[in-house]
């Protein structure tokens, strides 16, 4: 083997990836499918900024981002069939997945007990920019999760404005289990982004996630002080 093929081997063990059929092959585990739609567009944010891309995620029910999808069970149904079921229900329409949208499978992080034992497969579908309106406009609608397992659907802003915003403010937000890891990876893996641009964002995120920490502290604070007075 050689050392390149080595270290990619070992990365992928270290991040707890495995092939689709080792994922499969866990049957004590239980298993859950999300996918990353995405189209092309030349429309610009105020008529001069190229949006580029239009990328779909949802904010969660608990407040956390993360892509449409759930729990699947591969013993009674296609991991692609269970990934179609889900997205009925939270975008309110039906769509095709196919095994060569598959993009990876890991083990999820073990971030509390109910995630030790969970395999995530990640799915990548590129559409045309009017079924992508189209999904957006039926999960505020149709679906039966909205509002409820859904709380929306956002647009992941891949521009950079004066002053930082725009995906480096969107990274820094607080993303279910390795939601965000699975963006930046698609983002670089599919070329929606050149990795120096998005490093950048990155960088900026890291001072913004800083700042919000301090305010969250200061607003605790302001909080401890109020609960005391009565």
Partial sequence: MREGQKLTK??????GQLSRAEALACSDCRHACHVMLYSDTKTQLFGRTPIRHIILMQM???GLLGFPGGLVNPSEETLEAG??????????VALPISVDDHVDSCRAPASSPSSSHLITHFYV?????EQI???????????????????GMVRIPLYTMKGGGGLASFLSHSFIGNARSQLVDSLLRFNLIAPEELHKALTHSLKIHTHTAEDLKAALALTE???KRF
């Fill in 83 to 92: 990934l179609g079921r889900e997205l009925l229900e939270e975008l309110g």
């Fill in 133 to 151: 309106r189209e999904v957006e406009r039926a999960a505020a609608s149709t679906a039966t999760d909205h509002g409820q397992e859904v709380l």
């Fill in 60 to 62: 969660r029910f608990d």
């Fill in 10 to 15: 070992r990365a992928s063990m270290a991040s």
């Fill in 225 to 227: 002080a109020r609960r």
């Fill in 125 to 129: 579908k590129k559409m045309e920019e």
